[in-house]
C-alpha cells in the first residue's frame, strides 16, 4: 500500500517558474527520498534525506522535512522545460530496507 | 556508478506464455533488489524484495507462484511472470541497494514494458 501522499497530483508551470510539491506519509521514517520518472521511462533518483535532517539542497533542488507532522516538500527553483516529468517521494522506515511510494506529482513546464 | 539495466525493455507476449525479466547492477554488487510494477498514471507498487541466495519476500497480494523471482547472483536477478494473462500487462521496474540492512538509496532500472495479448 502507498504510505505518501502527493499534493498536487498535477501542476503545469511556465519556465523559470519554482515549483513546489508536497508528500505527507502515515508512519515513522528513517528517511524519505525524492525520484523523477520521464514518461515511460526509470525512475532517476534526486535527494534523500534522513529522518535527523530538516533541509537538503541539491543544485536547484530544496528539499525540507517535518517528522512532527510528518510532511515533506521538493522545491524546483527556476524550473526548465526539462523538468517536465513525474516526481515521486519514497519513506524508507528504520527496521527494514523497503521504500514506500507515494502518489506522484506530475509537473508540466511550459517553455 | 550505479547503473541498473533491465532485459528486454519491452516485450509482447501471448496470453498463457511465460515471460522472464532481467536485472543486472553493472557496476556494485547488489544485496537487495526489488521488483515494483507500475500502472499507467500510477506509482510503483513493490511485489518483492530478493536478496542474493535467499527466497524472495513477497508483499500481500502478490502471487509468487505466478511471479517467480530469483537472485542468484550479486549482480543479477531475474522475475519470471508465469502464464501471463492481459491483466498483467504492465510496466516492471527492478531496483538495487548495494548496502544490506537499513533503508536507503534504490538504483533504478529502466523499466520493462510488458504486454500481453
Known amino acids: 500500500s502507498q504510505q505518501g501522499e502527493e499534493d498536487p497530483q498535477a501542476l503545469s508551470i511556465q519556465e523559470g517558474e519554482n515549483a513546489t510539491m508536497n508528500c505527507s506519509y502515515k508512519?515513522?521514517?528513517?528517511?524519505l527520498q525524492w525520484y523523477r520518472q520521464n514518461s515511460g521511462r526509470g525512475l532517476v533518483h534526486l535527494i534523500l534525506?534522513?529522518?535527523?535532517?530538516r533541509e537538503k539542497h541539491s543544485g536547484r533542488l530544496r528539499v525540507t522535512l517535518d517528522t512532527s507532522k510528518k510532511s515533506s516538500s521538493l522545491l524546483i527553483t527556476a524550473s526548465r522545460a526539462a523538468d517536465t516529468a513525474s516526481y515521486f517521494c519514497?519513506?524508507?522506515?528504520?527496521?527494514?530496507?523497503?521504500?514506500?511510494f507515494g502518489g506522484g506529482t506530475r509537473v508540466l513546464v511550459k517553455p | 556508478g550505479a547503473v541498473v539495466s533491465q532485459h528486454p525493455s519491452w516485450v509482447i507476449c501471448k496470453s498463457g506464455t511465460s515471460v522472464k525479466i532481467e536485472c543486472r547492477s553493472l557496476?556494485?554488487?547488489?544485496?537487495?533488489m526489488f521488483w515494483y510494477r507500475q500502472f499507467p498514471k500510477q506509482s510503483l507498487m513493490l511485489m518483492a524484495t530478493?536478496?542474493?541466495?535467499?527466497?524472495?519476500?513477497?508483499e500481500q497480494g502478490v502471487e509468487k507462484d505466478k511471479f517467480l523471482i530469483n537472485h542468484a547472483s550479486l549482480t543479477l536477478s531475474t522475475l519470471t511472470v508465469t502464464s501471463a494473462h492481459p491483466e498483467d500487462s504492465s510496466f516492471y521496474i527492478c531496483?538495487?541497494?548495494?548496502?544490506?540492512?537499513?533503508?536507503?538509496?534504490?538504483?533504478f532500472g529502466p523499466g520493462t514494458r510488458l504486454t500481453v495479448t
Open positions: 530478493s536478496n542474493e541466495g535467499s527466497k524472495a519476500t513477497y
Open positions: 531496483s538495487a541497494r548495494a548496502v544490506a540492512g537499513e533503508s536507503g538509496e534504490q538504483y
Open positions: 519514497a519513506t524508507g522506515k528504520a527496521a527494514g530496507n523497503k521504500l514506500t
Open positions: 508512519t515513522s521514517i528513517n528517511n
Open positions: 557496476d556494485f554488487q547488489a544485496t537487495t
Open positions: 534525506i534522513r529522518s535527523n535532517e
